[in-house]
Structures are given as structure tokens and as C-alpha cells.
């Protein structure tokens, strides 16, 4: 009876196709079932630890957008110097006096072959994978909530199965007493009862220690602090009895572009830029300058210093001519690296397509499993209908009547597995070839 219960994980494959795209119906998520999950995904977002780090990368990058935009923009400079002179003039004393100078600057790139203009496209890449990341790890961490809620809900109704047959074993030692009384019972037949007794208690036991370690799991993952109740409701339990799963699965794709190759995608054009920027290292960059500043000089026929206001303004230009052949090396280590990410992103759009035909055939098979449970239940159900009769009948004792209980229990438990393992694989299915916000960026959705 304490049969373990295993999930499919799959590792996170972030998808989205042109056609045949896939969503699963709201009346057949966890969720529609259990208000208090529903509660937990809508607070993911301010309670998770998990999303905080991303949420950290993302205003990291959003910042550095700003910085390498501003690359490109008016720079505008103050200096203020004051200044003690001795001056030791002929035919006298040495001359003393104190003065103040002002200084103002502007500067604005004019042209720099693009660099400047690839640093900042570079920035707004990363910003864009930053906030894709954000909610990548946002979708991800509702499956693995879902599935873990479903994982809590399986193990709460083994915990009231347990708990139910455990009355029915004590029940039965008690009978085996009496009737050991009376002399229509044996020593054997009691130790018998009392073996499947104990057994019934370690089996809840197990279920109770193993529901509080995932309970844990599952505030870790939601931020949770507070007592949850896993009952299973009614309409839950109907659900996992007459639910039909989806035998039609989109397999052949037109297009993949899961969460690597997306951001495979992104350092290829990030290589690009780089490519660019390494380009013009070696060219003549222009400057707009301007320039305010105060001096003074003497005046030769007075003696006295005369001071100045001056104005500049004009075009300035930096060339480097030669560089020891750092920006040759620069744009051959970036020319590497895009070949290297093309051959990654054909790989990876195979072994993609491969998980989700994978992940096909497990869905085709849990959804056997789960007909082949209902057909186990209506045996089940069969066998205790008629044991019951026997029972009433005094043709078999509560003893020999107990296995048809414990047997319907387990066709029953083994249903809501598979039910739960069906509704947690077709859940990554969907982030696999359904997920909506994928390669959107972040102008599209503010």
C-alpha cells in the first residue's frame, strides 16, 4: 500500500511554435480544484526567493542599458581652481596675489562607425534576456509549485486511506480477540491481525513524515509561511475518476525556439555587435567639443595681468592606428564564437525536438496507465461487492474481508498517481510547445 509516487521531470524545455500551439484548459489545472494552490501561484511573484535574484539581474541590466546609452550623449564638465601666486619681479618685493579660474566643457560623440551604437544594442539584448529570464523562472517555478501541491495532494490521500484502514485493523484484532475468547479463533490468526495493525500504523507514519518533508519543499519554492490544508475535494476526486486526457499532441513542429536556443539566439547577435565594435577600433572617431575657459596673461607695457574669457568649439578626432593587433584578435575570438553558438543552436533544436517526442510518448503512456486504473477500480469494486455479501453472509470473516478494502483503496490511490503524474507532465508539455510570452521583449509587453 505505501507504493511510492515519482513525477516525470523533465528538464526545462521553454517553447514556442509557430503552429499548433498547445494550452491546457483551465477546469483540468490543479488549481481549478484547490483554491489554496490558485492562492500560492497568484503570490509567486512577491513571495518567492527564487524569482528574486532574477528580478536583481534585470534592473542590473536595465541600468547598464542606461549607461551605454549615455555613451552616446552630451557630456558637460565644470572645473574651479584657486590659486596663491609669488611672483619674484625685478627691481621688487615679491609680487603676491590670489585668483580664480573657471572652466566649462561639453563633448558629444559625432561618429565612432557604430561601436557606440552596438554597446548599446548589446545592453538592450541583455535587458531583453534579463526579463525573458524573468519570466522563464516565473513559468517554471508554477509547474514545479503545481507539481508539488499535486505531489502533497497524493500523499494527504494516502494519508486518509492509511488512516481508514487502519481503524478497519484495529477493528479486526479487536474481532480476532473475541473470537479467541470463545474458542472460534487461533493465536495465529490474532498475531496475523495484529502484524497487519502495525503495519497500517508505520505506513501512516511514513506518509506523515514524508508529507511534512514536502510540505517544506513546497513553502521553499512558494514563500509560503502559514499551515495549508491538502483535503482533497469531491469534485477533485470526480475529476480523476472521469477525466479523458488529450490523446492529440502537436509532434510535428514547424518551429522550436526554446529558452536556450533563445538565448543562444541573443549571443549570437550580441557576437555581431561585437564584430562591429572591433571593426572600428582602428578607425578615426569624431567628437563634437566645446569649450569655456578663464587665464590670464600679463600686459607688457603696464605690468599688470589681463584676464580672459575663451571660447572653442569645433571637431576632434581620435585614430588609433595600431593596436598590436587586439582588435583583429577581438573580432576573430567573437567570429569563433558565433560559429560555435550556430552549431550549439542546430544541436539543440534537435535534441529539443527529440524531449518533446519523449515527452509524447510518455503522455500516451501514463494515459494507458490511467485506463488500465479505471478497469482495475471496476474489479476492485466488483470483488468488495461480493466480499461484502460473503461478509454478511458469515461465509468469510472481516480478516479475509479487509484485502478487498485495501485492494479498491490502492486501484483508487493508483488512479490519482497517474492522474497527478498525467496533469504535471502535460503541464511541462504545454511550457514545451505553448508558452505565450516567449521571445517577447520587454517593449512588447510593458
Known amino acids: 500500500m ?8 523533465f528538464n526545462a524545455v521553454f517553447c514556442s511554435v509557430t503552429v499548433n500551439a498547445f494550452e491546457v484548459p483551465l477546469n483540468e489545472r490543479p488549481e481549478y480544484f484547490f483554491n489554496e494552490l490558485a492562492i500560492s501561484l497568484e503570490n509567486i511573484e512577491s513571495l518567492s526567493p527564487a524569482l528574486k535574484a532574477t528580478r536583481f539581474d534585470l534592473e542590473i541590466a536595465k541600468a547598464n542599458q542606461v549607461v551605454a546609452k549615455s555613451d552616446q550623449g552630451i557630456r558637460v564638465g565644470i572645473n574651479i581652481s584657486g590659486q596663491s601666486i609669488h611672483e619674484d619681479r625685478p627691481s621688487e618685493d615679491f609680487y603676491h596675489r590670489y ?96 502484524t497487519e495493525e502495525l503495519n497500517k500504523e508505520i505506513s501512516l507514519s511514513e506518509s506523515l513524515i514524508s508529507l511534512a518533508r514536502k510540505k517544506t519543499i513546497f513553502d521553499s519554492l512558494s514563500g509560503n509561511s502559514s499551515p495549508m490544508n ?22 510535428l513542429l514547424g518551429s522550436i525556439n526554446s529558452k536556450e536556443i533563445t538565448d543562444l539566439q541573443l549571443q549570437l547577435s550580441i557576437e555581431d555587435q561585437e564584430i562591429l565594435i572591433a571593426n572600428a577600433e582602428l578607425k578615426p572617431k569624431l567628437n563634437l567639443t566645446g569649450l569655456y575657459y578663464q587665464d590670464q596673461i600679463d600686459v607688457v607695457e603696464s605690468g599688470r595681468n589681463l584676464d580672459r574669457n575663451n571660447f572653442l568649439i569645433g571637431i576632434e578626432a581620435n585614430w588609433a592606428i595600431w593596436d598590436s593587433h587586439k582588435s583583429e584578435a577581438q573580432k576573430n575570438a567573437a567570429l569563433a564564437r558565433k560559429a560555435k553558438i550556430q552549431h550549439a543552436i542546430k544541436t539543440k533544436s534537435r535534441e529539443y525536438r527529440e524531449s518533446i517526442n519523449s515527452m509524447v510518448s510518455e503522455l500516451n503512456s501514463i494515459k494507458e496507465r490511467i485506463d488500465l486504473g479505471r478497469k482495475l477500480i471496476s474489479v476492485a469494486e466488483s470483488r468488495l461487492e461480493k466480499s461484502e455479501a460473503e461478509l454478511e453472509l458469515n461465509r468469510i470473516s472481516p480478516k479475509e474481508h479487509f484485502p478487498a478494502i485495501v485492494d479498491l483503496d490502492f486501484a483508487k490511490l493508483n488512479n490519482l498517481e497517474f492522474v497527478c503524474k498525467y496533469m504535471v507532465l502535460i503541464d511541462q508539455y504545454e511550457m514545451a510547445v505553448g508558452f505565450e510570452n516567449l521571445g517577447k521583449s520587454p517593449e512588447k509587453n510593458e
Open 2 to 9: 505505501n507504493k511510492a509516487f515519482n513525477f516525470f521531470f
Open 230 to 251: 491538502f483535503n482533497i475535494p469531491e469534485n477533485f476526486l470526480e475529476f480523476c475518476l472521469t477525466y479523458q486526457p488529450n490523446s492529440d499532441f502537436p509532434v
Open 99 to 194: 585668483r580664480l579660474l573657471n572652466q566649462a566643457f561639453i563633448k558629444k560623440p559625432l561618429f565612432h562607425w557604430g561601436a557606440l551604437k552596438a554597446r548599446e544594442e548589446i545592453a538592450k539584448l541583455r535587458r531583453n534576456w534579463a526579463y525573458q529570464s524573468l519570466e522563464y523562472k516565473r513559468r517554471l517555478l508554477d509547474g514545479e509549485l503545481r507539481a508539488a501541491f499535486l505531489e502533497l495532494v497524493v500523499i494527504s490521500y494516502r494519508i486518509q486511506l492509511a488512516t481508514e484502514q487502519l481503524k478497519l485493523a484495529v477493528q479486526n484484532v479487536n474481532s480476532a480477540k473475541e473470537k479467541l475468547k470463545v474458542g472460534l479463533g487461533t493465536s495465529l490468526a490474532l498475531e496475523e491481525a495484529k
